[in-house]
């Protein structure tokens, strides 16, 4: 029966294409200043991304990047909320939830008093 390989390839590649994202977002966390060297224009030439795309992926790292892989959500969850704007108390919300994740440093995102005090409720503790 081939739907049945079908379904197992398919599952193997979108693991495989989660776990490729994430590797990129890394790599360009580190390689984009203020960590690496390069600029976002000159890193996304050197890949061919936009430098859309290559501020998005160091953002997602810079937020869920610190995470264990099965604690992180998925990649494209987090990167459309980045892309969107929408990964400030949302996102953190839903994924401290989740994941009970170690302290959030307060200067990856702007956070309201209203959100600080949320997480506070939850356990989370903001770091400066």
């Not at 108390?89 to 959100?115: F, G, N």
Request: some cysteine; glycine content about 8%.
């Amino acid at each position: 029966m081939r739907d049945g390989e079908d379904v197992e390839e398919a599952k193997r590649l979108a693991r495989r294409s989660d776990e490729d994202q994430w590797r990129l977002a890394e790599l360009t966390w580190r390689s984009v200043k203020p960590k690496g060297d390069l600029t976002p224009g000159r890193w996304g030439g050197e890949i061919g991304c936009s430098v859309r795309h290559v501020r998005t992926l160091r953002r997602v790292w810079s937020v869920w990047g610190g995470d264990s892989s099965p604690q992180r959500p998925p990649f494209w969850d987090t990167y459309l909320k980045v892309q969107s704007g929408n990964a400030t108390i949302a996102a953190l919300r839903t994924h401290a939830m989740l994941a009970r994740a170690s302290p959030v440093r307060k200067t990856k995102i702007d956070i309201t008093e209203a959100d600080e005090a949320f997480l506070n409720g939850l356990g989370i503790k903001l770091e400066e």
